[in-house]
Structures are given as C-alpha cells and as structure tokens.
T-cell receptor, first 116, second 111 residues
Framework: NAGVTQTPKFQVLKTGQSMTLQCAQD?????MSWYRQDPGMGLRLIHY???????DQGEVPNGYNVSRSTTEDFPLRLLSAAPSQTSVYFC???????????????FGQGTRLTVV | GIQVEQSPPDLILQEGANSTLRCNFS?????LQWFHQNPWGQLINLFY???GTKQNGRLSATTVATERYSLLYISSSQTTDSGVYFC?????????????FGSGTQLTVLP
C-alpha cells in the first residue's frame, strides 16, 4: 500500500517557468489537499478538494492552480514560478473532509522546490 | 479559525530522558493529530487522538478536548526521536476542511 505519493522529490525552476507537482493516493480517500512549509511559518494550506471535480482555496492559493479529475490524483500547478514559491510542498489525503468522522490525514514525502 | 500553540518551541534532551510536549487550541476540536517531521523532512503520523489517551511504544498522547489541549509524552528518548513535532487540528467553524498546524517543537536528543 503506497499511501500518498508525491513527485518529484526535488525541483529547481527558473523564475517564470511553469510546472506541475504530482500527488496520487491509493486509499480511495475523498479529501486531498496541498500545503507549503516555510521556515517559521509552519504548514499552510494552499488548495483542497473534497472529491473528484470539487476544489477550493485554502490560506495561500495565489499563484497555484489545482484540479481533481479522479479520486486518486490531485496535481498542483505553478503557473509562473516566483522566488517566493521556494518552499517544501506536501500533499495530504484523508478519508473524508467531514471532521465529524474519523479523518486522520496522511502526508506524502514532500517536494522541495527552489525557484531561482 | 482556531489558533494552535505548541510549547516548548525548542527542547534539548540527553538520551534516555523523558519529555512532555504541549499543544493548546483556541477553540474546541474534535479531531487532533500529532506528527513527527524527521531530519529528512518526512511527516510521520504519530497519533490520531481527538480525545483520551493512546500509547505506541515509548510514545503516548493525551487529549483533553473540553480543556483544549493535548500532550505528547516521549519516554526514554533516543537520538532517532530528534526532529520537529507538530500537532494539528481542524478549523471548527466555517470551512471544516482545513487542518491547522502549530509551529512545532524542535527536539534534539543528544547521545
């Protein structure tokens, strides 16, 4: 059982380039999300999805797009990379987004992105 | 949204010592997790503990939801326990789909 798989693990981009961070889960989880982790800022939510075809913005969505065409995949797109997007990105999934139910979150291994 | 405060921010221990990490919430929570971020950056699930007490080997956690805090106990610490420990809980009003993290406790266990 692979859990949550993120690719790539490391990436260097030039300012203005675009790229997609991939996230896949094999647990049939409804809820998926993307966080970024910056020194002194903890983890902040970028975008989330409560199911295929449904996405919403989190705390820091600017500069990022997401889509959820399948239950398994939740890619994060950087449209025009900026140095401020240098960060470590984590994808997470849980069975459901309803906090009234058992919703333990599982995280991928992270993608370390540097924008120069 | 809720605020999550962790203490202490930094902790240095000698191998074999015990420690207690604390997580306070500004609002009630019905879902709380503890994570360990190892030196390689991986986020490892430690406990899913909305209330009560759980134990896993040398680690245990207690959440008192009515008093808005959770504690993580590490006994007989080992150098491999080093890293950052995060607690996280949901925003309990409005959008109920965001997991809010504390700023973490940086633990260093010395041999």
């Amino acid at each position: 059982n692979a859990g949550v798989t993120q690719t790539p693990k490391f990436q260097v981009l030039k300012t203005g380039q675009s790229m997609t961070l991939q996230c896949a889960q094999d647990m049939n989880h409804e809820y998926m999300s993307w966080y970024r982790q910056d020194p002194g800022m903890g983890l902040r939510l970028i975008h989330y999805s409560v199911g295929a075809g449904i996405t919403d913005q989190g705390e820091v969505p600017n500069g990022y797009n997401v889509s959820r065409s399948t239950t398994e995949d939740f890619p994060l797109r950087l449209l025009s990379a900026a140095p401020s997007q240098t960060s470590v990105y984590f994808c997470a999934s849980s069975r459901t987004g309803s906090w009234a139910l058992n919703t333990e979150a599982f995280f991928g291994q992270g993608t370390r992105l540097t924008v120069v | 949204g809720i605020q999550v405060e962790q203490s202490p921010p930094d902790l240095i221990l000698q191998e074999g010592a015990n420690s207690t990490l604390r997580c306070n919430f500004s609002d009630s929570v019905n879902n709380l997790q503890w994570f360990h971020q190892n030196p390689w950056g991986q986020l490892i699930n430690l406990f899913y503990i909305p209330s009560g007490t759980k134990q896993n080997g040398r680690l245990s956690a207690t959440t008192v939801a009515t008093e808005r805090y959770s504690l993580l106990y590490i006994s007989s610490s080992q150098t491999t326990d080093s890293g950052v420990y995060f607690c996280a809980g949901p925003i309990s009003s409005g959008s109920a789909r965001q997991l809010t993290f504390g700023s973490g406790t940086q633990l260093t266990v010395l041999p």
